[in-house]
């Protein structure tokens, strides 16, 4: 078989069948989407302005492919759908008896088969089960299983029916949720290891099946992420090269843009194809197969991304969801506060910062905790002065995580914050280095931009004063001096620390491989629980509030000053050259 990383899409080409002799000659086309994250519509509920790509934009490609394709244009998604744009929050938490977008939008397209992603997950059992009930297409996740009957809980795999081809699509999930989510949100559920996973059923589709084409359909990155003894986040990688048998592996999760060949453990070739996040890039390969006498004779695959960002906008699609549109502006729009000053994203790597602080109040002021651990979850956004509306809420706080407070000594919340600034800050070796831990090179990495890491394990830390000296190695830069109220810190002593759900629970692993505390110990040391999101409470309080003066609390700095401070303005003119 020959393979390309790479094709060229041909929009003339011909899509019916043709036979010379015996052999049969059938052309497949591949499109995927992922980590949607809401982006339905060419409109930035968030910050109130059109915004590029979204499955509006979507919807005219297919519409095109499908022209030429017909029924031999497969549509598939990969999950995380369900979070991202206010959109979601409005159907999955506002108003959520409605027939969920994220299942209209689906079901409009003609999708064939979709996964379930961990964001869908996050929104729990009663919103992602009225979801997958809403859904037409079939809902796959072979490695989701029903601790209850010991089988999926969703489908493991569809099988479609082409021109007498038979196309497996077999779905995957990242196991990594236990570490992300609490069991409340996935009870009577457990996320099997990827990679055995693949192997038994694709030893069930070839005994039992018998496709000609298999297509893998997985909610995990390449490689890399969170690595424990039972499984790794990212194994998609591992699957293709140790499993054979996939023709293709349309994937998402880590988003990252991916488009790429392997040769797996059996010397044949697999296409691996990523569109990254928010609907701005689609997935789009070609598959042909010959057949003589009911027989597969050659197969080839390519594959490329496809950039939708600025194609035109489908207009009927946009005219059926106008009421979906209107009753989410409706919700954004509402006035619940007043903010004095502006405050930015961008000023929480370099110090104490008024948009961390204002949360680290909060969450202090909300649970009566002694310390508060936060981080910023987007890269660059700012919540401007004057009136301040829902939308906003989803700039200051961008995911549905919950308020947890747990029992931490003061050691371990050491531990915990060294890991994020070992993350976070370079070693500085003279005063001409970089104070952020760069990449070297991340590409269109959307989650890292230019970090080495992810921004939101950058856990800073209210309720004591503390000094981050970036001379010293990893492990030894955090000097924590007192509690911020003029009381001695002890690292003997058990504190109540508030932080978020997905922290935790082991997101990051700060608590885990930086604190020191094991996995399974960490459900033992939460003492409170917020009913609702995070998000919620926030709102709650700048409500009550009405007027807001957010300030940085000038708790903790980066030292030797001589060395930092022109640091700072170094790296924060390379990663944001346009701010004022």
Not at 144 to 156: A, E, M, S
Not at 232 to 252: M, N, Q, S
Not at 418 to 447: C, F, R
């Amino acid at each position: 078989m020959a393979f390309l990383a790479t094709g060229c899409i041909n929009m003339n080409a011909m899509t019916e069948t043709t036979v010379t002799s015996e052999v049969k000659t059938v052309n497949l086309r591949v499109i995927q989407t992922s980590d949607v994250h809401g982006s339905f519509f060419p409109y930035d509920f968030i910050n109130r302005k059109p915004r590029r790509g979204s499955l509006a934009r979507a919807c005219t490609y297919i519409n095109q492919l499908r022209q030429t394709y017909g029924r031999n244009l497969i549509l598939l998604d990969n999950g995380d759908i369900l979070q991202g744009q206010p959109t979601c929050y409005y159907c999955n938490f506002v108003n959520p008896t409605i027939e969920n977008v994220a299942a209209k939008v689906i079901n409009y397209l003609n999708y064939d088969a979709q996964t379930v992603g961990n964001h869908d997950i996050e929104t729990g059992h009663p919103v992602y089960d009225k979801w997958i009930r809403e859904v037409e297409c079939p809902m796959l996740g072979a490695n989701i299983i029903d601790t209850h009957t010991g089988k999926p809980y969703v489908q493991p795999y569809t099988i479609l029916e082409r021109e007498g081809l038979r196309i497996a699509i077999l779905g995957l999930i990242t196991p990594a949720i236990p570490n992300w989510l609490e069991e409340s949100l996935w009870t009577g559920l457990r996320f099997d290891e990827m990679v055995s996973s693949a192997r038994f059923w694709m030893k069930h589709l070839q005994e039992n099946e018998h496709p000609d084409v298999v297509i893998g359909l997985f909610h995990a990155g390449k490689e890399g992420g969170i690595t424990t003894p039972e499984y790794e986040e990212d194994a998609t990688l591992r699957v293709a090269k140790e499993v054979p048998g996939f023709d293709l592996i349309v994937f998402g999760h880590d988003h990252r843009s991916c488009s790429d060949v392997i040769r797996n453990d059996a010397g044949q070739e697999v296409v691996l194809l990523d569109p990254s996040s928010n609907a701005y890039n689609l997935c789009d390969a070609n598959i042909q197969v010959k057949m003589k006498d009911g027989k597969v004779i050659y197969k080839q695959v390519s594959g490329q991304l496809v950039s939708i960002a600025d194609m035109a906008v489908d207009e009927d699609y946009m005219a059926h969801f106008q009421a979906d549109i209107d009753s989410v502006n409706h919700f954004v729009n509402r006035k619940i506060g007043v903010f004095q000053k502006p405050v930015y994203v961008r000023d929480s790597y370099f110090g104490n910062s008024a948009f961390c602080d204002l949360i680290h109040n909060l969450q202090l002021q909300i649970t009566g905790a002694d310390i508060s651990l936060n981080a910023p979850l987007t890269f660059d956004t700012v919540i401007p002065e004057g009136d301040v509306c829902v939308a906003d809420m989803f700039n200051l706080y961008k995911y549905e995580n919950q308020i947890y407070v747990m029992l931490l000594t003061g050691e371990e919340v050491r531990r915990h914050l060294e890991m994020s600034y070992d993350l976070w800050v370079n070693t500085m070796k003279s005063p001409d280095d970089h104070i952020m831990l760069l990449a070297d090179d991340n590409g269109d990495d959307n989650q890292r931009f230019m970090f080495k890491n992810l921004a939101f394990n950058f856990d800073s830390a209210a309720g004591i004063d503390y000094e981050v000296d970036v001379t010293k190695p990893d492990g030894e830069k955090v000097h924590i001096l007192s509690m911020s109220d003029g009381q001695p810190f002890d690292p003997q002593k058990t504190y109540r620390v508030s932080m978020n759900s997905y922290r935790g629970n082991g997101g990051g692993e700060l608590l885990t491989r930086g604190a020191g505390i094991p996995q399974k110990e960490l459900n033992s040391r939460i003492v409170w629980r917020s009913e609702r999101d995070q998000r919620y409470y926030l709102m709650q309080e700048i409500e009550k509030a009405g007027k807001i003066n957010p300030l940085p609390n000038h708790n903790w700095r980066f030292v030797p000053e001589a060395w930092t401070l022109p640091a700072i303005e170094r790296d924060r003119q390379l990663l944001f050259p346009h701010a004022k």
